[in-house]
């Protein structure tokens, strides 16, 4: 079993940062990938950014420039500097990450709980 425990979301005005972390936990044996989905009010999750395990980073075209994920392996943690924040930026962030336990396991994947980002104009 993996725990997916978020941080760093608030209110914020319009340009201004914040910056998210999400801490996994538990007897992982590798991160395949890792990356933050947000689903705004009546708007389906969309994927935000991911790092797949080779070290790629994928971005969806609204945060290119302005959002940066990355990853501290030692401390089993993903990070996502969201930089001139937008109002169409409010929404739900969630922490994603396919894992597997062994070598030759499945891949598994979990999802946090939330976070909450509010950016006002």
């Known amino acids: 079993q993996v725990q997916l425990v978020e941080s760093g979301g608030g209110l914020v005005q319009a340009g201004e940062s914040l910056r998210l972390s999400c801490v996994a936990s538990?007897?992982?044996?590798?991160?395949?990938?890792v990356g933050w989905y947000r689903q705004a009010p009546e708007k389906q999750r969309e994927l935000v950014a991911n790092?797949?395990?080779?070290?790629?980073?994928n971005y969806a075209d609204s945060v290119k420039g302005r959002f940066t994920i990355s990853r501290d392996n030692a401390k089993n943690t993903v990070y996502l500097q969201m930089n001139s924040l937008k109002p169409e930026d409010t929404a739900v962030y969630y922490c994603?990450?396919?894992?597997?336990?062994?070598?030759?396991?499945?891949?598994?994947?979990?999802w946090g709980q939330g976070t909450q980002v509010t950016v006002s104009s």
């Open positions: 538990g007897s992982i044996f590798r991160i395949n990938v």
């Open positions: 790092i797949i395990s080779g070290g790629s980073t």
């Open positions: 994603q990450t396919n894992v597997q336990f062994s070598v030759m396991g499945s891949s598994f994947s979990y």
